[in-house]
């Protein structure tokens, strides 16, 4: 196994004023090459600390990555400190230099000295181009073999770095040194309850020999996470293979998709490909359906668009729902659902049309429809029809689930 | 200082599949404590590895919180690991066991024997109440008055239980046993470069005295982060007030907020207030500024709506925009952002509106109008303009920095 350690440095992430992104992006990068995360570590602009987790991580690991701390500003000491850890010097780098002034010609601005500053590096490393920003990355070769890389904390720059001169790098030391690969492979179950679920794929130690089976429920279904180590790729690649069709004749029905594919991108594909369009009328998610299907790119050619009923008036106006309607049953009922649901339909002249209305709270709630009450309607040519959902009582789980919900009964229906 | 560490356990958040946001969660409100966040530590669902993480770092701070691995899988070992390190026996807590019969009742759902056990807890520990789920947290009290907290990685659980149980005690244990308090208040500046704000702020050295000041550039603006470490709560939230002070004297015009007041929060503030209505027309944000609108609990005081105009035709139809503007000007124009921004007004009557119309890519770019071109329209009784960006050429990012940006133009126009 090539063991790889990953070190965020920043005072906004140890203090919770950021999340952090970059671990959870390189620990799925690295991953999926199939070697092994042994843990993420964050720690603050702290010289000494930064030096003894250095040290700790380089003995432990094969690999060890850092991020921030490599700005131009005060706070920002990772530099001195692989100064001072490996003994070394600081250099003017000529080729990040150049880069640099590309940089800022492109954005018609001058370099002032502080952005000059950035192309000085450790004489000991070696730097890795950053195309994004002033900071080149930083690689260095330790003994034993292991490699760490440096690189800034600016999510994009991190991400562009390490795909362009990093993993690269890491596929080939594994394959060279005939190290072990672990891989994971995920699919998404809808459908069924966690138990009924357990009962279907039966007992594991029948199919799984060495591999490990993980159950992980979401709100969206249940996570089935296969992991196997082997002594190559394609030796793990054909071991997690022969586990996924076991699990495809045990339970395939409920299995809505595979690893990282999450609703948005899956309903893509199907929309792409059936050459379906789709429009949202959506009230207490207030446009986050759309914001949902749009992630996608290309979701133009099937995504028309959508109206964000939030308040009574725009309902009537603009999805022609009666005002005796909204208040006879009121906007939260199976009634406006399915009318906002049509109407959008017929408004957007769209193959499928999702509503949203609900009770998103803190407020609003009544002992007949609680905080959380969501009622979701899909309607196409055939039929238009609405689904009562309870969510909890967190604002921003209602919505997300109520999203995640809807694009769920799309491609149920779809399917 | 208290100094805290947090250990994050679980696979799923060692390969990256889920981002952790449980440890800026807990960082962030122990912060706000006063206390000291030493550093977050993910590691995996591995027993050896828990321990010898448990130990190190119960070793180097007061107090120590782990999330995951509570869980009636197989997967969640965390209590035997804890029972291993204490040497401890498991028995059963009726009172979690009453807590999981109310729970499965207001369900409606029979409790199983795998719920069942999740009343089980080792002895020497004392259960935490978990309003929200089946895992009780765990409180250790420790040598030399040290304190573990073992919680459930569920994040609205863990949030629940740590809001109700464990903030309290940490602020009191600062308090009786005299910890210096360290602080951070964060000012939110926008429309000014940061060499211009470096400029007007001036030597730091003669107003900071012990403490510290970050200059954090982020899309929406910058961040200048004040740091201060004094004997107790009280001493320290004066100096940030002083410093603060000096701050406003120097940059006041330019300081949009404070702390984690974003920029919907303060806009719901403003619009609340003075009792202004705001609607939408979005095109390549598909939604998300109306999403980033009505986060807020409140906002349909405010917010009435909008319409996604992702398709032309939608445009056209749901907005008034001439066929004749969209073909000679194009979508992603002046024109079309302005005439988006005014006929949503008009149509929802609203006081303020805006629009997104731009390219979020990768496709759809050109020479002239390459990826991340963003037109923002803003619009009220007196004036209809529209603003010009280049966001770069990350689609997210993009679509980020769009409602972002519209956010802080309507901040502006109001202020």
Redesign the interface.
Known sequence: MLKVSIITIG???????????N???????I?QLGAF????????DDFD?MLSTLKSEINKNDIIITTGGLGP?H?DITKPVLLKYFNDEIIFDQNSFQNIKKLFNSRGRPI?D?NKLQAYIPSKSIPLLNQ?GTAPGLMYKLPDDKLLFVLPGVP?EMKSITSNSILSIIEAKIKQQNHNVIL?K?LHVAGIFE?SLADLVGDVDEFLELSTL???PSYGGIRL?I?TEAENFDIAQKEIDRITEILYKKVGQFIIGED?LDLATLLSEKLKKRKYTVA?A?S????????E???I????SY?????????N??KN??LNIPNKILEQYCAVSKETAELMAMNCRL??NSDYSLSITGI????GGSEDKPVGTVWIGISDKEQTTAKLFHF?N????I?ERSIQTALLMLFDLIK
């Open positions: 005072d906004e992430v140890r203090i919770g004023q950021v999340v952090n992104t671990a959870a992006w390189i620990a799925k990068e991953t995360i042994s843990n993420h570590i964050t720690i603050g600390l500003t706070d002032t502080r994004l994009a994971y995920t138990s993980a159950f992980l996470r992991g990282e949202v959506e207490c998610t207030g446009g986050g359906l759309g914001f299907f749009t992630k790119p290309g979701s133009s995504f028309l668009g959508g109206v964000i009923s939030y308040s008036s725009v106006e603009f408004k957007f998103a709270g803190p407020d909890g967190d604002r921003d789980l919505r």
